[in-house]
């Protein structure tokens, strides 16, 4: 049986550069040019879920838990829209980098080093965000399984991931990372990819439901992501606690 969902190769990829992660020039320059998108996903269907109305804090008293919070990139604009904001990380300089940036902020987000398996707490949260970590994890099941603990019901869970399809590999791998040199080298492994359906399927086992899935595309014109019918490479889901 499963009992961690660390896997050491992964977090030591990413500590290596934890020290990049604020600089929207530097390795995480992607993610810089992917938050907008995913900040305004996230926002309008916590909105539509759970009715929200506050025009100048629009998730106020949203508790949020942000699973693989990395240096804070999301946890961060999700707390100025009036979220309580909990990150988690299993890369100690990660968690260090964030809590630094957040006090340096004035930002009172709670970050931990911790995986969601080993992370203890009594609180069960309206939102968890699994924002492209599945493909970064030991055992995405049971990762999903030790996530969707910590989700109250009628929650919302995000999981943002890559699709494990040949387009995939062309454009994430070769392209991103080898021909545009927009990732380091070995970010991603094709094999951890995963494909919509058996998101789905694994996360039915654990009481949540799909609600909606939509693709996240790189448009070259714009220079900027949007989101799309197409999900053959990046999409994200909205599952909902029964």
Same mark, same amino acid.
């Given at each position: 049986?499963?009992?961690?969902?660390?896997?050491?190769?992964?977090?030591?990829?990413?500590?290596?550069?934890?020290?990049? &992660?604020?600089?929207?020039?530097?390795?995480?320059? #992607?993610?810089?040019?992917?938050?907008?998108?995913?900040?305004?996903?996230?926002?309008?269907?916590?909105?539509?879920?759970?009715?929200?109305?506050?025009?100048?804090?629009?998730?106020?008293?949203?508790?949020?838990? @942000?699973?693989?919070?990395?240096?804070?990139?999301?946890?961060? #604009?999700?707390?100025?829209?009036?979220? *309580?904001?909990?990150?988690?990380?299993?890369?100690?300089?990660?968690?260090? /980098?964030?809590?630094?940036?957040?006090?340096?902020?004035?930002?009172?987000?709670?970050?931990?080093?911790?995986? #969601?398996?080993?992370?203890?707490?009594?609180?069960? =949260?309206?939102?968890?965000?699994?924002?492209?970590?599945?493909?970064?994890? *030991? @055992?995405?099941?049971?990762?999903?399984?030790?996530?969707?603990? $910590?989700?109250?019901?009628?929650? /919302?869970?995000?999981?943002?991931? $890559?699709?494990?399809?040949?387009?995939?590999?062309? =454009?994430?791998?070769?392209?991103?990372?080898?021909?545009?040199? &927009? $990732?380091? /080298?070995?970010?991603?492994? &094709?094999?951890?990819?995963?494909? #919509?359906?058996?998101?789905? @399927?694994? $996360?039915?086992?654990?009481?949540?439901?799909? *609600?909606?899935? *939509?693709?996240?595309?790189?448009?070259? /014109?714009? @220079?900027? &992501?949007?989101?799309?019918?197409?999900?053959?490479?990046?999409?994200?889901?909205?599952?909902?606690?029964?």
């Amino acid at each position: 049986m499963k009992t961690n969902t660390i896997n050491k190769k992964e977090i030591e990829k990413f500590s290596k550069i934890a020290e990049e &992660w604020w600089n929207p020039e530097g390795k995480f320059k #992607p993610l810089h040019k992917f938050n907008p998108i995913r900040i305004s996903y996230i926002r309008d269907n916590i909105i539509k879920t759970f009715k929200l109305n506050n025009k100048k804090k629009p998730l106020d008293k949203i508790k949020v838990l @942000d699973i693989g919070c990395g240096g804070g990139l999301l946890s961060e #604009p999700i707390y100025r829209l009036g979220a *309580e904001v909990t990150g988690i990380d299993a890369s100690h300089k990660n968690v260090e /980098i964030a809590k630094l940036h957040a006090k340096k902020n004035s930002l009172n987000i709670k970050y931990f080093h911790s995986s #969601p398996e080993k992370f203890k707490t009594k609180v069960k =949260f309206d939102v968890i965000l699994n924002m492209e970590i599945v493909e970064h994890v *030991e @055992d995405v099941d049971f990762f999903l399984k030790t996530s969707s603990k $910590l989700l109250k019901k009628g929650g /919302i869970m995000f999981v943002a991931t $890559l699709n494990k399809t040949l387009k995939s590999y062309v =454009f994430a791998i070769i392209g991103a990372e080898y021909i545009l040199r &927009w $990732l380091p /080298i070995g970010t991603h492994e &094709w094999e951890k990819f995963v494909k #919509p359906e058996d998101l789905i @399927d694994i $996360l039915k086992k654990y009481n949540l439901k799909l *609600e909606v899935l *939509e693709g996240m595309k790189f448009n070259l /014109i714009k @220079d900027k &992501w949007i989101v799309s019918s197409d999900t053959s490479i990046n999409y994200i889901g909205k599952f909902i606690k029964n």
